[in-house]
């Protein structure tokens, strides 16, 4: 249980960073980081005021009236299938406000070919992570959080109601309910996305990855894309409110099969994922 519990990814701020398991966010929290060593001469005052003023209050009159109404129409679906087009309906939004277009390589068909479990094992340096998620996956699919973020006005109530997967790391007992509705959903091809990180890097660097969400692959028989999303900590790092619009990218790896495997492969099929990772992460920029 304790495996299982370290998968879980978003984390109220303040707590203490640790490698790999400080806490990103299902949906923005707008207060991130410094992007240490990285220039950012060509984003000075008027890019900060833009942030402050336009940007970030934008993205949070989407989000609260949008969190509202999907809210509301939560009562009439269960499954969380009408919040995931919310969810995307914001995103869009968001990407649209933030100005900085995302290069999408390495996606095809067979990739995104869910007729069989997958499970989608995704970086994590920035708040702006999951709005290019909701845009550029073009399915449906649920995300592993920690029970902190169901304090958050909006952020939680959306996470409650729209199917998300919640794991309680103070309590590892209390999440075997959560546990198994993780397996169902990869079971019936419900397509799981883990930050295996464990949350937001600190310091733009990839951090040692968890095996809780593998061992929930290898369990489910689940396919393990790996996906690495470029130059979204520059964006925007932890602690900070300031958006530095600017191009990305999000690189798709091939599919790593968990097919025979059994959880005694947890921390081999962990390390094969962080290479592949690393390995799209440290590609060229795609021209």
Request: proline letters at 7%; a positive charge; glycine letters at 6%.
């Amino acid at each position: 249980m304790d495996k299982i519990a370290t998968t879980a990814e978003p984390e109220k701020e303040g707590a203490e960073p640790r490698s790999g398991e400080q806490s990103g966010a299902a949906v923005p929290a707008w207060s991130e980081g410094r992007s240490g060593s990285h220039p950012v001469s060509h984003h000075g005052w008027l890019s900060r005021l833009r942030s402050y003023f336009i940007l970030a209050p934008l993205i949070w009159a989407y989000t609260i009236i949008l969190g509202t109404v999907s809210l509301i129409c939560s009562t009439f679906d269960r499954n969380g299938r009408i919040q995931h087009q919310f969810a995307r309906f914001w995103s869009r939004l968001v990407m649209k406000t933030i100005l900085s277009p995302v290069r999408i390589t390495g996606m095809n068909n067979h990739r995104f070919d869910n007729s069989r479990p997958r499970v989608y094992a995704v970086t994590h340096a920035s708040a702006l992570d999951i709005p290019i998620l909701y845009v550029h996956l073009p399915f449906q699919f649920r995300i592993i959080f920690k029970s902190e973020l169901l304090a958050y006005p909006f952020v939680g109530w959306h996470l409650k109601r729209s199917g998300q997967v919640c794991i309680n790391q103070q309590n590892p007992a209390a999440s075997i309910g959560a546990i198994k509705s993780a397996l169902r959903s990869l079971r019936s091809s419900m397509p799981l996305v883990i930050f295996p990180e464990g949350g937001r890097t600190r310091d733009g660097q990839i951090q040692p990855f968890l095996p809780g969400a593998f061992f929930l692959a290898i369990k489910a028989q689940a396919d393990i894309v790996p996906i690495a999303l470029v130059d979204t900590f520059n964006l925007l790092p932890m602690n900070t409110y300031h958006i530095k619009c600017q191009p990305l990218e999000m690189r798709v790896g091939e599919p790593i099969s968990t097919a025979g495997l059994t959880v005694q492969d947890t921390d081999a099929i962990t390390a094969r994922v962080k290479s592949a990772i690393e390995a799209l992460r440290s590609a060229p920029r795609s021209m």
